[in-house]
């Protein structure tokens, strides 16, 4: 049974000790977190299960990796007690970081951003479970924002022009998908295609700057942006989408291979049927999502095609140079 109250008493508790930035996370850490606070009462006994979860830092935002750490293992503390086994979180500066513990088996699942996995797949022995999703949608993209006023009309009108984009969209701060849309117009260094690239920790935030005319163009989630728009029709009647980004899931839940059995069904079965429950479903709306859904290969597949894409217009470009 999920004592519902005891977690929104632990919310408060968190935000006392490590302060209101405790909520600027990912949906895919909620996604773990409601993992432990959901553990079924089978789990309990001499044999109870210890898991241990890793995050990659690229799943919070606008936070240390020191505050990371302390918002996971509060969290694994307070509700690790509810199903009477045990829990432990790191968090991993870097992608060599997170693949050296899963290769030692410190990390039994982690989460991960898609194109995080990519670059991780075959690599370390990982098995993608679930994705996360909002209202019907798997999928979510990123946008290029502009004014409609603003005589901008393709990409090539922000040479020398300002742009602000949402903080988190990518691993690393590698900027895949803009770093892509640039290269095929044969710009070689795309930081020298702006005056000025800067981050915004809201996308509500960014998509403003445009409105606002402070900055030129933003990079943000199309999902943030319709809720943006649906708050304020005007922004839907004077910003315009200038580009939108291949389709790719918000966040991976993947298991380490090799775990138990037991194990790995345990932890499938409670993501599984997370939101058959009033409670469950309660959960998922307190980290903004509605479901999880298993995990299927195709999912990744318009991402694929842009990494490959990225790799392939880097060489030709690298020859090309004098």
């Not at 670059?119 to 993209?141: H, I, N, T, W």
């Not at 029709?233 to 315009?240: H, I, T, V």
Request: aromatic residues 6%; hydrophobic residues 40%.
């Amino acid at each position: 049974m999920i004592y519902f109250s005891a977690i929104l008493s632990g919310m408060a508790a968190l935000k006392q000790r490590i302060g209101k930035r405790c909520t600027i996370l990912f949906p895919a850490v909620g996604m773990l977190l409601v993992l432990f606070a959901a553990w079924p009462q089978g789990a309990r006994g001499a044999e109870a299960l210890h898991t241990s979860v890793g995050f990659s830092s690229s799943t919070f935002l606008d936070v240390s990796k020191d505050r990371a750490q302390a918002i996971t293992a509060l969290w694994a503390r307070l509700v690790a007690r509810k199903w009477g086994g045990t829990a432990s979180t790191r968090v991993c500066s870097s992608l060599p970081e997170l693949e050296k513990d899963i290769r030692s088996k410190e990390i039994d699942l982690v989460v991960l951003l898609p194109a995080e996995y990519l670059q991780m797949k075959g690599k370390v022995p990982l098995e993608p479970l679930f994705v996360s999703a909002k209202q019907k949608e798997v999928y979510d993209r990123l946008i290029l924002v502009v004014r409609r006023d603003s005589g901008i009309s393709s990409l090539s009108d922000l040479k020398g022009k300002t742009l602000i984009q949402q903080k988190g969209i990518y691993p690393a701060g590698l900027s895949l998908w803009l770093d892509t849309l640039l290269m095929r117009k044969e710009i070689r260094d795309p930081k020298r295609f702006f005056s000025k690239v800067r981050e915004s920790m809201k996308p509500s935030s960014a998509i403003l700057h445009v409105f606002f005319r402070h900055v030129d163009a933003c990079v943000v989630t199309q999902s943030s942006f319709l809720v943006m728009t649906e708050l304020n029709p005007q922004l839907d009647r004077e910003l315009l989408i200038l580009e939108k980004s291949p389709p790719r899931p918000s966040s991976i839940i993947a298991v380490r291979k090799g775990l138990s059995g037991r194990h790995r069904k345990s932890v499938h079965e409670i993501l599984d049927t997370l939101d058959q429950s009033p409670e469950g479903k309660q959960l998922l709306t307190l980290f903004r999502m509605n479901r999880l859904v298993p995990f299927r290969s195709e999912y990744l597949l318009p991402l694929e095609g842009l990494l490959r894409e990225n790799k392939d217009l880097k060489l030709l470009l690298t020859k090309r140079s004098p």
